[in-house]
């Protein structure tokens, strides 16, 4: 396998997860270099469904190396909370299989505590975060205030650097929130604690990782997010706060991004956001309910019903361009099967420009204004979730898949019709 980078092409939910349990049967390492245990990357198997939110997807594959990389933002109590529901039901996680970067920052309870407090101050404006901390400690990052997971592991530099940051977050939350402030003593407490137990998975992972590709190992990104929800590209101030596809492979794994060979684009065959902010293909009518429905399209990380669309080709041609994509998987064609005709935006119509823009004008027009323009599909009407061949599936299922891969110009590699691992259908 070569070194491949996969990423979520739209608004993040596209169902990575499940395309990278796939992929890391072929992978020595799988490893996330973004975001936090605000992804929460599903994988179903043998009916058993586990949501992963900080530990990389390849852990449900024995003698995998997965690793955390320097640019995740990690929240040590959630990741053992992850690892303990990984070990309670059978999945094995070790120094071996684990390994996370010194470099990752921390996210801590206060950073939990700014992000639902700061949500609330927005009023109106709100971003409609998931309340992880995952904003509060990418700031604390920038500021170079925060601390990274190497510094847990000093206890006098833990216990120095923990009081300075508090006092200044307790005055914040007091003066300017209103609220309780923490408990130092706890705090270094419960964090001198987990900082023991975090200790022995604790690497260069960077230096690990591009040792094990000189040594010809098979290594596999994990983004999470999309590229809709990149803090530079995607749709500000209503994005996550880390960037999500290959670029970030550098700065967020310590591994050069022109080392990666393939990049793998997932999308949906429909679209769906979680949270504020733009959505021009969102349809507030009973077809988006029915898309809820049959896609079970609710948050796996926090429960949210996502909002629901159809298939935006001007924001996907925009992500695959601007990831260097050699290939998509489309997932969730399935779901598609209840409707009789598909729309599928295939440019926008924006105020005060003439003609259809098929270019994506993020940087110059906020979104909210464009008007997409439908092309509309014939649908199918059948069920396509036990369809395991290409040449099995109903023409127009086949005719839309192939005429969304020539309005994207990428090639579809693969469809993926159902929850389970073998729900996929590689194209022939
Ligand atoms: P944050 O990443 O928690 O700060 O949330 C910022 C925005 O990104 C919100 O709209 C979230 O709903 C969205 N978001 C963050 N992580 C994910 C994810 O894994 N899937 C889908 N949306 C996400």
Not at 120 to 141: E, L, M, N, Q, V
Not at 192 to 209: C, K, S, W
Not at 273 to 294: N, S
Request: one cysteine or more.
């Amino acid at each position: 396998m070569p070194t491949l980078s996969v990423f979520g092409a739209q608004w993040g939910d596209e169902g990575k997860g499940k395309i990278i349990d796939l992929l890391a049967r072929e992978a020595d390492y799988v490893v996330r270099f973004q975001g936090g245990p605000n992804a929460g990357h599903t994988v179903v198997v043998d009916g058993q469904k586990f949501v992963l939110h900080l530990v990389p997807s390849g852990i449900l594959h024995a003698g995998r190396v997965n690793v955390i990389g320097n640019g995740v933002a990690v929240d040590p109590l959630a990741l053992f909370t992850e690892i303990q529901e990984l070990t309670a039901r059978g999945v094995a996680v070790d120094p071996r299989s684990l390994r996370v970067s010194g470099a990752a920052h921390v996210i801590f309870e206060h950073h939990r505590r700014l992000d639902v407090l700061s949500e609330h101050w927005r009023g109106a404006g709100r971003i409609g975060t998931t309340g992880r901390g995952i904003g509060p400690c990418y700031a604390d990052k920038a500021a170079r205030t925060g601390l990274r997971v190497a510094d847990l592991l000093d206890p006098e530099r833990q216990r120095a650097r923990l009081t300075a940051v508090l006092a200044e977050k307790n005055a914040w939350i007091e003066t300017v929130h209103k609220e309780r402030p923490l408990d130092l003593a706890e705090t270094l407490r419960r964090y001198a604690d987990i900082a023991e137990q975090l200790a022995p998975f604790v690497a260069d992972t960077g230096a690990e990782v591009r040792a094990a590709w000189r040594a010809g190992k098979r290594i596999l990104f994990e983004g999470a997010q999309g590229a809709m929800l990149d803090i530079d590209h995607g749709t500000y101030p209503y994005v996550t706060s880390s960037n999500t596809g290959l670029a970030a492979v550098g700065t967020g794994a310590g591994f050069p991004p022109n080392r990666v060979e393939r990049v793998l684009g997932i999308a949906k065959a429909y679209c769906t956001r979680v949270g504020e902010g733009p959505f021009p293909t969102e349809d507030r009518g009973p077809a988006g309910e029915t898309i809820r429905e049959v896609g079970k399209e609710y948050g796996a990380t926090t429960g949210r019903p996502r909002r629901c669309g159809w298939l935006d080709l001007v924001a996907l041609r925009y992500a695959l361009d601007l990831n260097g994509t050699t290939g998509v998987v489309m997932t969730n064609l399935d779901v598609l099967s209840v409707f009789h005709e598909i729309p599928v935006c295939v440019s926008y119509e924006i105020a005060g420009r003439s003609g259809a823009a098929r270019e994506f004008p993020g940087q110059t027009t906020p979104l909210d204004g464009v008007r997409p323009q439908y092309v509309k599909r014939a649908g199918w009407s059948s069920d396509i979730s036990g369809v395991r061949h290409y040449r099995d599936l109903p023409r127009a299922a086949r005719e839309y898949v192939e005429w969304v891969e020539n309005e994207i110009g990428v090639p579809i590699e693969l469809l993926s019709v159902g929850p389970e691992r073998d729900a996929v259908i590689p194209r022939a």
